[in-house]
């Protein structure tokens, strides 16, 4: 009986879960709004399909819903700042103590690592989908 909802799972190497129903959706009062974070993963609201920075919303049920993939491109500028300066201490450390030395003393790397030596080295890879983004222009138009 939310007025918004946000969906943000994060299932590392598959598609997100849908763990917001239509019947949760349904409950929700006219004009509320669902704001699916995880749809470049599948999305986790059930039944939702990817929007645009150019078409962004879509109303369904009498609920608003935004499901723009790539969502920070809306701001590339702010998100490439924030990107680096969050995975800078991380190079950092792998430019001082190297890869091997990183991955066996830095849990946090170890489990970013995907592949080493010509194999696969993470979990989640084998079993991985790849879902592809809605295509839309890079360009944003406000």
Known sequence: QADIVIGAVLVPGSRAPSVIT???LSDMPE???VIDVAIDQGG???G???TTHRDPTYLSNGVTHYAVTNMPGILGNTSSVSLSNATYPYVLRLANAGLDTT???DSAISWGVTTLNGHLTHPAVPGARTVVPHRETSRVEY
């Open 103 to 105: 991955v066996l003393e």
């Open 22 to 24: 239509a019947d949760m």
């Open 31 to 33: 004009m509320g709004i």
């Open 48 to 50: 939702i399909h990817p």
């Open 44 to 46: 986790s609201v059930e």
